[in-house]
């Protein structure tokens, strides 16, 4: 009788003692310890460049991508809102025929300033610029033949990374017939920040140079207000930008308020709201030189949205009222009225209170109109002058000489 068959040899595992104690496992073993040493210790770089322990990494997985991320700043996971922006040429100056370049949310309505932006603390906004101005326009404004062409958009007041600086050393650039996504964060108020809510701008920071002095001064510019919430809502807003050449939104003069009297309608040459409206402005220092903001007839809080809020007494008393305020160049401020409060409607000047500036030109209205929508009358009666040698009409409220007295003696003290 044959024994029974023996089972086939099958592989077993290595022992562990037999393995570690090979070469090949005593390097196993000093490449682990050292491992372990440097992520214990916090100074190895995994991939990503981050020196987190893997507990901080579980964490805050989410936050840390968005702060890693080249095109989004800390904070904005992703955009909650997409907008299409288009920079175009527009008809030349018909005063000084100088090139005139606009933003617009579509080509047909480009405009200077461009179209004003609103965020709340807390949003992130993406905006996708389209470069269609010729590269012929943009190459004659070019100071520099080594400089590149293109267009940009460069923010005030909110967040961004350098992929959304629009400068030229960042290349975050477009040039001609491209497009490009510019993104901003506005941060909120918290203990460790101050927040983004105020007015700011934007603008053009390629144009002609490295400081798109060019693409400023033709034009490529606009407003930007951040709210935080609870802010006051204004029912129109305007953007006012005072500018070199004694201009407001490149204009002055004649040109600076082209209202029609009958059919006014909004917009950067037509200052318009009905009696009792709340009107914000946001005023933007352009160019080089030093004004004031001045609006007859109204005054304002000179506090962050141009509002006082609360009742506190000792803090409301502690805000100064105003109605004129200087502004630099790259200064931008915010300000609400209430259209005609107790003073009715009316043509009510807003101009730079810098005398030589607003002899210049440097002036417009703000066309306030009666409950009905309409726009009131241009002025009141001409004031004439007495016919020479006729006695003068009384001050309002003073009792007139009692007829055959004599009239009052002619003051001669002019020392």
Same mark, same amino acid.
């Given at each position: 009788?044959?024994?029974?068959?023996?089972?086939?040899?099958?592989?077993?595992?290595?022992?562990?003692?037999?393995?570690?104690?090979?070469?090949?496992?005593?390097?196993?073993?000093?490449?682990?310890?050292?491992?372990?040493?440097?992520?214990?210790?916090?100074?190895?770089?995994?991939?990503?460049?981050?020196?987190?322990?893997?507990?901080?990494?579980?964490?805050?997985?989410?936050?840390?991508?968005?702060?890693?991320?080249?095109?989004?700043?800390?904070?904005?996971?992703?955009?909650?809102?997409?907008?299409?922006?288009?920079?175009?040429?527009?008809?030349?100056?018909?005063?000084?025929?100088?090139?005139?370049?606009?933003?617009?949310?579509?080509?047909?309505?480009?405009?200077?300033?461009?179209?004003?932006?609103?965020?709340?603390?807390?949003?992130?906004?993406?905006?996708?610029?389209?470069?269609?101005?010729?590269?012929?326009?943009?190459?004659?404004?070019?100071?520099?033949?080594?400089?590149?062409?293109?267009?940009?958009?460069?923010?005030?007041?909110?967040?961004?990374?350098?992929?959304?600086?629009?400068?030229?050393?960042?290349?975050?650039?477009?040039?001609?017939?491209?497009?490009?996504?510019?993104?901003?964060?506005?941060?909120?108020?918290?203990?460790?920040?101050?927040?983004?809510?105020?007015?700011?701008?934007?603008?053009?920071?390629?144009?002609?140079?490295?400081?798109?002095?060019?693409?400023?001064?033709?034009?490529?510019?606009?407003?930007?207000?951040?709210?935080?919430?609870?802010?006051?809502?204004?029912?129109?807003?305007?953007?006012?930008?005072?500018?070199?050449?004694?201009?407001?939104?490149?204009?002055?003069?004649?040109?600076?308020?082209?209202?029609?009297?009958?059919?006014?309608?909004?917009?950067?040459?037509?200052?318009?709201?009905?009696?009792?409206?709340?009107?914000?402005?946001?005023?933007?220092?352009?160019?080089?030189?030093?004004?004031?903001?001045?609006?007859?007839?109204?005054?304002?809080?000179?506090?962050?949205?141009?509002?006082?809020?609360?009742?506190?007494?000792?803090?409301?008393?502690?805000?100064?009222?105003?109605?004129?305020?200087?502004?630099?160049?790259?200064?931008?401020?915010?300000?609400?009225?209430?259209?005609?409060?107790?003073?009715?409607?009316?043509?009510?000047?807003?101009?730079?209170?810098?005398?030589?500036?607003?002899?210049?030109?440097?002036?417009?209205?703000?066309?306030?109109?009666?409950?009905?929508?309409?726009?009131? @009358?241009?002025? =009141?009666?001409?004031?004439? *002058? +007495?016919?020479?040698? #006729? /006695? &003068? !009409? @009384?001050?309002? =409220?003073?009792?007139?000489? *009692? +007829?055959?007295?004599? #009239? /009052? &003696? !002619?003051?001669?003290?002019?020392?």
């Amino acid at each position: 009788m044959q024994p029974p068959p023996a089972d086939p040899p099958q592989d077993r595992p290595a022992s562990p003692t037999r393995f570690l104690g090979s070469s090949a496992g005593r390097a196993v073993m000093v490449v682990g310890v050292l491992v372990a040493t440097l992520v214990g210790a916090g100074g190895l770089a995994l991939a990503g460049g981050t020196t987190a322990r893997p507990t901080e990494l579980a964490a805050g997985a989410g936050a840390g991508a968005a702060a890693r991320s080249a095109e989004r700043p800390e904070g904005c996971i992703a955009p909650d809102r997409r907008i299409q922006m288009y920079a175009v040429e527009l008809p030349k100056d018909p005063v000084t025929n100088q090139v005139r370049l606009g933003y617009g949310l579509t080509p047909e309505t480009a405009s200077y300033p461009g179209p004003t932006m609103e965020m709340i603390e807390g949003e992130c906004l993406a905006i996708t610029v389209h470069n269609q101005v010729p590269a012929a326009t943009l190459e004659a404004l070019r100071t520099d033949p080594a400089h590149p062409i293109g267009v940009s958009l460069h923010v005030h007041g909110v967040k961004y990374t350098q992929m959304s600086d629009g400068t030229a050393h960042s290349n975050s650039f477009v040039p001609p017939g491209g497009s490009r996504t510019y993104i901003w964060f506005a941060k909120p108020r918290s203990a460790t920040s101050q927040g983004t809510a105020g007015y700011w701008w934007y603008h053009d920071h390629v144009v002609g140079g490295p400081h798109g002095t060019q693409g400023l001064s033709s034009g490529l510019f606009g407003g930007l207000v951040v709210r935080r919430q609870g802010d006051p809502r204004p029912d129109r807003t305007y953007v006012t930008a005072f500018g070199d050449r004694q201009t407001i939104n490149l204009r002055r003069s004649a040109d600076a308020d082209t209202c029609d009297p009958v059919n006014p309608q909004p917009g950067p040459t037509c200052l318009v709201a009905k009696i009792g409206e709340r009107v914000e402005f946001i005023v933007i220092g352009l160019g080089n030189d030093m004004h004031t903001f001045h609006v007859h007839g109204h005054s304002w809080a000179d506090t962050r949205t141009g509002m006082v809020a609360g009742e506190n007494k000792a803090l409301v008393d502690s805000i100064p009222v105003i109605d004129n305020k200087t502004l630099g160049p790259g200064d931008t401020f915010g300000v609400q009225i209430v259209a005609g409060d107790s003073v009715g409607p009316g043509h009510w000047m807003l101009h730079c209170h810098m005398q030589f500036h607003s002899d210049q030109g440097m002036a417009t209205m703000l066309h306030v109109l009666d409950e009905n929508g309409a726009m009131p @009358p241009h002025g =009141g009666p001409t004031p004439t *002058a +007495p016919a020479q040698g #006729a /006695p &003068a !009409a @009384p001050a309002q =409220g003073a009792a007139a000489p *009692a +007829p055959g007295a004599a #009239a /009052p &003696a !002619a003051h001669t003290n002019h020392r």
